[in-house]
């Protein structure tokens, strides 16, 4: 195998792997390169001792688990098979690759310690920054879209076609415990919905009949309003085991610190936000609460999806509590969040009225039984007259393919009238076959890691279920390894979907936009001691996943000093990024020094849809100090990371959610600033900017940007700079 990648490399040296066709690159604020000599380094190799680093440039990777690797690289195969699929204009496959790609990464998501790795957050992020790229510039998507694609494309659909009477009320239905303002923007959802959507809605009508009647029934409990539950078809589509982009789960896409705070728990094993009873109970306290907190159903809303301090952020702003008159202050996603909630409550309360005439399913009947420890679901599914699909769709909170480990008394369901028969079936089931584990004795020179390579499972889990700290064992300990009867552990979700075509050559993007692809211009890179993918990437303003592509690096195998890297670069930074592969070992030290100093350990600032970050304290710091510099609120911060006071401790790591459209740090002191002064500011486009989202986020209108700038239509590139007067 190692012969291959060393051909592999040898090719991407020598012919360059088409790699012309697969240019890309970031923009990034911060220059590495600062206060650096361009001197050459007197730091090279002999011919003989390249080759021999080379030979052994691609090696295995460390830092990885086996089945971690695996996945991420099948990941990567089919978001490669999308943009391949993506230049021959095949719509259809192309997001289906995508969605494949998005499934084994969420699935991934539930590993432990996953987030911290920093492939699977790169390859997160370019898989779902070009679907959405994708997205804008397609008609429609296929009825197997998911519902966060499709919500994306009807944002960019309304904002495309925003004019200034969209806000003007046409109609107020007011049978509803909620009024139901009807305007433009409101009938540009339901157009939808009828129109290029009608397969999506038809479904989630059908999907209803097993959800609704559940939850109509905790949302009386909860003394909420009833027609609040098709809130649920704009949140997952209707579907429990939905993972949004931004790592909300379940039916109503609670992100974890939120969830647990309302009492949803999970792990590897179980995530309670899937469960559809107590993620229905905790969407209705949650919803509760905001509308106590706003006195307004449409500004609970609001908050529901962005949080409490955006929609304060957008009171201040707007000088108004009118959902309508805040809503250009609001995050570009949740400016049409509430419409969009009014077009399906609408719809669904009227379907046959707009042209949909669908039986929906029959509610979900069920019985609960209890169970302990680690049984196979096939098991249980045996014991209940029944086959998993059913157990697993009564039970979603079941991540892999058991109950819980370690658990006592669990509550399973069971399909209506089967529980004495499971009772009697499980009692006489032999206590070894319903412990789904595998013992393993540890033997002289194994690890962690290589008991885990063995078995197909990742070495967290081991640790994880063995209360294990570290990589090293006891010989002769004896561990339980968590496998099903069937054999090795993989992802079951889209891991078996097959990849490209054997034997097919690596997709090339021969067809980029212009845009991206003028002005472009191949360099290279040598790889010295202490460098990874991820510092490199820094470096020259790239994605790791792009890097990878570039060179054919596979996940799981890691660089070596010697090595050559083909990277892309923008022509008017050439000497910018030149200067990189020339400076002295000293600068090369200050660069990996500075590099692993950030304080923003996963920021992703050329990403156009809302992401996560992680933020480590430092000295001084408190939770307002923080949330001002992200745009947020102390509220927002404890709520994603669980906390439960202010309190928080130099070297802790907090996950900071950034919205699309949420100003830089700078922008948002220029707002303030100018707010006081009146004086004129300046502000330079960023990736996924539009005059619509700028003149939001600084309150102005367009043709007032227009004006300013002398600028006729609405194009704007990256990089311009545009004055704004407050």
């Known amino acids: 195998m190692k012969h291959f990648y060393y051909v592999v490399l040898l090719l991407a040296l020598f012919i360059g792997c088409s790699s012309e066709?697969?240019?890309?690159?970031?923009?990034?604020?911060?220059?590495?390169?600062?206060?650096?000599?361009?001197?050459?380094?007197?730091?090279?190799?002999?011919?003989?001792?390249?080759?021999?680093?080379?030979?052994?440039?691609?090696?295995?990777?460390?830092?990885?688990?086996?089945?971690t690797a695996q996945l991420l690289e099948r990941a990567h195969q089919h978001y490669l098979s999308a943009?391949?699929?993506?230049?021959?204009?095949?719509?259809?496959?192309?997001?289906?690759?995508?969605?494949?790609?998005?499934?084994?990464?969420?699935?991934?998501?539930?590993?432990?310690?996953?987030?911290?790795n920093s492939d699977f957050d790169d390859l997160s992020h370019?898989?779902?920054?070009?679907?959405?790229?994708?997205?804008?510039?397609?008609?429609?998507?296929?009825?197997?879209?998911?519902?966060?694609?499709?919500?994306?494309?009807?944002?960019?659909?309304?904002?495309?076609?925003?004019?200034?009477?969209?806000?003007?009320?046409?109609?107020?239905?007011?049978?509803?415990?909620?009024?139901?303002?009807?305007?433009?923007?409101?009938?540009?959802?339901?157009?939808?919905?009828?129109?290029?959507?009608?397969?999506?809605?038809?479904?989630?009508?059908?999907?209803?009949?097993?959800?609704?009647?559940?939850?109509?029934?905790?949302?009386?409990?909860?003394?909420?309003?009833?027609?609040?539950?098709?809130?649920?078809?704009?949140?997952?589509?209707?579907?429990?085991?939905?993972?949004?982009?931004?790592?909300?789960?379940?039916?109503?896409?609670?992100?974890?610190?939120?969830?647990?705070?309302?009492?949803?728990?999970?792990?590897?094993?179980?995530?309670?936000?899937?469960?559809?009873?107590?993620a229905t109970h905790a969407a209705a306290r949650h919803l509760k609460d905001l509308h106590a907190e706003f006195d307004d159903w449409y500004l609970a809303l609001a908050a529901y999806n962005s949080g409490a301090g955006r929609v304060y952020s957008a009171i201040r702003r707007s000088k108004s509590r009118d959902f309508w008159k805040m809503r250009p202050f609001l995050p570009r996603e949740t400016r049409n969040y509430v419409p969009q909630f009014i077009a399906v409550a609408v719809l669904t309360m009227s379907p046959k009225e707009y042209g949909f005439d669908v039986t929906p399913a029959d509610s979900l009947k069920y019985e609960t039984v209890t169970v302990n420890d680690c049984v196979d679901l096939s098991?249980?599914?045996?014991?209940?007259?029944?086959?998993?699909?059913?157990?697993?769709?009564?039970?979603?909170?079941?991540?892999?393919?058991?109950?819980?480990?370690?658990?006592?008394?669990?509550?399973?369901?069971?399909?209506?009238?089967?529980?004495?028969?499971?009772?009697?079936?499980y009692t006489g089931i032999p206590d070894d076959q319903k412990r789904d584990w595998f013992q393993h004795k540890v033997k002289r020179r194994e690890s962690l890691s290589s008991i885990a390579k063995y078995y197909g499972v990742t070495t967290s889990v081991i640790a994880e279920v063995n209360h294990l700290k570290g990589n090293r064992l006891q010989v002769g300990k004896t561990i339980v390894i968590p496998i099903p009867s069937i054999g090795k552990h993989?992802?079951?979700?889209?891991?078996?979907?097959?990849?490209?075509?054997?034997?097919?050559?690596?997709?090339?993007?021969?067809?980029?936009?212009?845009?991206?692809?003028?002005?472009?211009?191949?360099?290279?890179?040598?790889?010295?001691?202490?460098?990874?993918?991820?510092?490199?990437?820094?470096?020259?303003?790239?994605?790791?996943?792009?890097?990878?592509?570039?060179?054919?690096?596979p996940y799981g195998r890691s660089i070596r000093a010697g090595n050559t890297l083909t990277i892309w670069v923008s022509i008017g930074q050439i000497d910018k990024y030149a200067a990189i592969d020339h400076i002295s070992d000293e600068q090369h030290a200050k660069l990996l020094v500075a590099n692993a100093?950030?304080?923003?350990?996963?920021?992703?600032?050329?990403?156009?849809?809302?992401?996560?970050?992680?933020?480590?304290?430092?000295?001084?710091?408190?939770?307002?100090?923080?949330?001002?510099?992200?745009?947020?609120?102390?509220?927002?911060?404890?709520?994603?990371?669980?906390?439960?006071?202010?309190?928080?401790?130099?070297?802790?790591?907090?996950?900071?959610?950034?919205e699309d459209n949420t100003p830089a740090r700078g922008a948002t002191l220029a707002v303030r600033d100018s707010a006081k002064s009146g004086k004129t500011i300046s502000y330079k486009v960023k990736k996924g900017d539009t005059l619509h989202s700028i003149a939001s986020t600084f309150g102005v209108s367009i043709r007032q940007l227009q004006s300013w700038n002398n600028i006729r239509g609405t194009r704007i590139h990256i990089g311009q700079e545009l004055v704004i007067n407050s």
């Open 490 to 553: 993989t992802i079951a979700v889209a891991a078996d979907q097959p990849t490209r075509r054997k034997g097919s050559r690596s997709p090339q993007r021969a067809k980029i936009a212009a845009e991206e692809m003028k002005d472009k211009v191949k360099m290279t890179y040598r790889i010295r001691k202490g460098d990874t993918l991820g510092k490199i990437a820094d470096w020259y303003d790239a994605r790791i996943s792009d890097l990878r592509m570039w060179n054919e690096i």
């Open 126 to 278: 370019s898989v779902i920054e070009d679907y959405e790229k994708y997205i804008a510039v397609i008609d429609s998507l296929s009825p197997n879209t998911s519902i966060f694609a499709l919500r994306k494309k009807l944002n960019q659909i309304d904002e495309a076609n925003e004019t200034g009477d969209q806000d003007q009320t046409k109609k107020v239905i007011t049978t509803t415990s909620i009024p139901l303002v009807i305007n433009g923007h409101v009938e540009q959802n339901i157009n939808f919905f009828r129109g290029r959507g009608h397969a999506h809605f038809e479904h989630w009508l059908y999907v209803s009949g097993k959800y609704f009647p559940i939850m109509r029934k905790v949302f009386g409990e909860e003394g909420i309003p009833e027609e609040l539950v098709s809130l649920s078809m704009i949140e997952s589509g209707l579907n429990p085991v939905a993972r949004s982009w931004a790592r909300a789960v379940g039916l109503w896409q609670f992100v974890k610190g939120t969830g647990q705070m309302y009492g949803l728990q999970g792990n590897f094993w179980y995530d309670e936000r899937r469960d559809f009873e107590k």
């Open 21 to 67: 066709k697969l240019t890309r690159s970031t923009s990034q604020a911060n220059n590495p390169l600062a206060g650096l000599s361009t001197a050459p380094t007197t730091d090279t190799l002999s011919r003989a001792e390249m080759e021999v680093a080379l030979k052994d440039s691609l090696v295995p990777d460390s830092n990885y688990d086996v089945v």
């Open 597 to 658: 100093s950030d304080e923003d350990m996963q920021s992703k600032p050329g990403h156009t849809t809302s992401y996560w970050t992680k933020y480590r304290v430092k000295r001084g710091d408190n939770l307002g100090k923080i949330a001002s510099r992200y745009g947020t609120t102390s509220d927002d911060i404890r709520k994603w990371n669980a906390l439960q006071s202010d309190n928080v401790m130099k070297g802790q790591t907090l996950d900071i959610l950034i």
């Open 379 to 425: 098991v249980l599914a045996k014991c209940a007259d029944t086959d998993v699909g059913t157990l697993r769709e009564l039970n979603p909170e079941l991540v892999q393919w058991c109950t819980p480990p370690g658990t006592k008394d669990y509550t399973l369901r069971v399909p209506e009238g089967s529980s004495t028969t499971f009772a009697e079936k």
């Open 83 to 116: 943009l391949e699929a993506e230049q021959q204009n095949d719509s259809v496959h192309s997001a289906t690759e995508f969605e494949y790609a998005i499934a084994i990464l969420n699935e991934l998501g539930y590993y432990p310690n996953i987030e911290s």
